[in-house]
């Protein structure tokens, strides 16, 4: 039909550029761009007669497709820049188109010229800075393509394209400093100028500086930010920023001014999430539970709504409704890792693995299925615990140094082997990896090896092996615990076992399995104070290390603070870790008569419901 329209209007510019689009959605680039070249229509800069691309034309970006992107190491990051560069200028559309054209056909030494050339002529073109920057990343030049978007940002900062295509591509390359530093400037250049409306501008900036921060973990400078954007916005500030503003002072804790920002807000759901969400900081399960239902009401397909109303069903012991609710998040929203990881370990606790599979197997037409390193290692014991072969490799995004992930990949392995054939079957399993194993992936599999032969009560060979290790693999440190564990099982050695576990900490301070351990020897010397100590050091590693928190509460109940075990097993059982069901025993243990049989019978539910937690327990924090 083209050739038609082209052989009776032969000067046609949009039939050639149809021609030349149709070639390219087919795979032929090299044939669109020879029927661009012959219409002389490539030239440096553009006729002033071609106006912007039309929708699905061969503008920069648009084609999902492009080749050997994915390949590139920061290739994500570039997708992700140039996404945000969507406006074509009409002056250097064809500029961009070449090199477009090119990048397609493969033809990359001729792509790169081109794009030196047009940045040259066009520094400040968005769409050619986006081809440029998919070019490079493509070629592995990724200094070159922060090049091109530094120098882009330098000559237009307050540019919200070229900044957040900046800041994205700073981000996904690790440099976080800089991409912050780089929104710092926006906002000083705006504060610079004097034409109306920037005050709105910086407002606007300070807000997306807040937001960067909370992303990054740091929420008080978050917190901050926020609050110069709600001060420059004064009775303008928008019912977005008051509602982010609110979460930034909830992870501060600071509640009383997240609540008055609430009541500022014209948004109904967005009051009652607030509420909801000081509640449950609060431990106020059952106000959490009133305020997250009626933002239900309002927003019922919400996901962290229905993740909180989650949280709090298990604050108060309801967890056949917080399964319902976790289960409804995930169809809302599966890319919300927290639900899925807390209703995968909900499952594995629960002994329901085929349950648990389901939702790690989940796709939704509603977008990608939630990943994180910790559903990873969930899967990774799910598979053990289902004679499924596990997959140790290193997932992509890991959110943990990679010894620490070998180490804990080992322990989920570990721990699903002895869900099935308990701590004796799973070491000799190991044993026998170890033996297939390469010398420098033994440690971790050997630490385990230990571990359970422990747990086994098997402190002979335990030993025998943790001897031999130490010769073997003197300077491992996912070896250091387990052998000190081993010695601490022989009185004579216990000083020996003391050594390793301070070698562990001298390595990392905060090692809550050193810390236990040291804990476990004051307690077998009857130094009981020195223990309860350790532990507590321990519990603020790691809150959900059963092996500090069982003899912490247990200790402090026997020292005579009964009601501080009391009230730290509360928080435990109904928030840090609600499946570890040895703490609902120990909870009812130390509340006999006193906790009424509606709530005795509660917590014996509870701790016949989670017989068997995952090695991964969700963390408690928000």
Not at 140 to 154: I, M, Q, T
Not at 447 to 472: P, T
Request: include cysteine; aromatic fraction near 6%; charged fraction near 30%.
């Amino acid at each position: 039909l083209l050739e038609q329209i082209i052989e009776d209007f032969p000067e046609s510019e949009m039939a050639l550029r149809m021609k030349a689009v149709a070639q390219l959605r087919v795979g032929d680039a090299g044939e669109a761009y020879e029927t661009i070249l012959a219409a002389g229509l490539l030239r440096s800069g553009a006729p002033d007669e071609a106006g912007a691309p039309d929708e699905g034309s061969a503008e920069s970006g648009a084609d999902p497709s492009a080749p050997g992107l994915e390949e590139a190491d920061e290739g994500e990051a570039a997708a992700v820049a140039g996404a945000e560069i969507d406006a074509v200028d009409a002056e250097d559309y064809w500029c961009s188109v070449r090199i477009s054209f090119k990048r397609e056909a493969g033809d990359a030494e001729e792509a790169e010229e081109i794009a030196n050339e047009c940045l040259e002529t066009f520094p400040d073109s968005r769409g050619v800075i986006n081809e440029a920057v998919q070019l490079f990343a493509a070629l592995g030049r990724n200094d070159r393509s922060l090049e091109v978007l530094a120098a882009a940002f330098e000559e237009s900062p307050r540019d919200e394209s070229v900044r957040r295509a900046y800041v994205t591509y700073l981000t996904e390359l690790g440099q976080t400093d800089e991409a912050a530093a780089a929104i710092r400037k926006s906002i000083d250049v705006t504060k610079e100028e004097s034409e109306e409306g920037r005050v709105f501008d910086e407002a606007t900036l300070e807000a997306e500086y807040g937001a960067f921060m909370i992303d990054l973990g740091r929420h008080e400078e978050g917190a901050v930010a926020y609050e110069r954007a709600l001060e420059l916005a004064g009775e303008m500030a928008a019912p977005d920023l008051l509602f982010r503003a609110a979460d930034a002072l909830i992870y501060l804790e600071r509640f009383d001014e997240a609540v008055e920002l609430a009541g500022r807000t014209p948004v109904d759901v967005h009051r009652e999430m607030v509420m909801g969400r000081v509640a449950f900081e609060r431990k106020d399960y059952a106000g959490a539970l009133d305020h997250m239902g009626r933002a239900a009401t309002l927003w019922p397909q919400n996901a962290p709504v229905r993740y909180y109303l989650a949280r709090a069903s298990e604050g108060i012991g309801e967890f056949d409704d917080a399964v319902e609710h976790y289960r409804q998040a995930v169809r809302s929203d599966p890319s919300l890792a927290e639900a899925s990881e807390r209703l995968v370990a909900l499952y594995m606790a629960e002994g329901q693995a085929r349950e648990a599979q389901t939702i790690l197997n989940f796709n939704s037409p509603r977008g990608d299925q939630a990943s994180s390193t910790r559903i990873h290692l969930l899967r990774v014991e799910l598979q053990a615990r289902l004679g499924v072969e596990p997959n140790l490799s290193v997932p992509p995004g890991l959110e943990m140094p990679v010894p620490e992930f070998r180490e804990a990949v080992t322990a989920a392995l570990a721990n699903g082997l002895a869900h099935v054939d308990g701590p004796a079957g799973a070491a000799v399993t190991l044993a026998r990896l170890v033996e297939a194993s390469e010398p420098v992936t033994q440690p971790p599999l050997i630490a385990q090896q230990i571990l359970r032969l422990l747990d086994a009560g098997e402190d002979a060979e335990a030993l025998a092996i943790a001897r031999g290790a130490a010769e073997r693999f003197p300077q491992s440190f996912s070896l250091r615990v387990p052998i000190g564990r081993a010695l601490a099982r022989d009185e004579s050695a216990r000083a020996e076992a003391r050594a390793y576990f301070e070698a562990a900490l001298a390595a990392d301070e905060e090692s809550a399995d050193a810390l236990a351990g040291l804990a476990d020897l004051a307690r077998r010397e009857g130094k009981i104070d020195e223990a309860i100590m350790l532990y507590a050091r321990a519990l603020e590693a790691k809150d959900t290390l059963w092996e500090a928190a069982g003899p912490y509460y247990q200790l402090l109940a026997e020292r005579g603070d009964r009601e501080a075990a009391i009230t730290g097993l509360e928080d435990f059982v109904a928030r840090i870790a609600p499946y570890e069901g040895r703490g609902a025993s120990l909870l009812a243990e130390l509340l006999g008569d006193e906790a009424g049989a509606e709530r005795s019978a509660k917590l014996e539910r509870q701790a016949e419901r989670f017989a068997s937690p995952p090695d991964t327990l969700p963390v408690s924090s928000t």
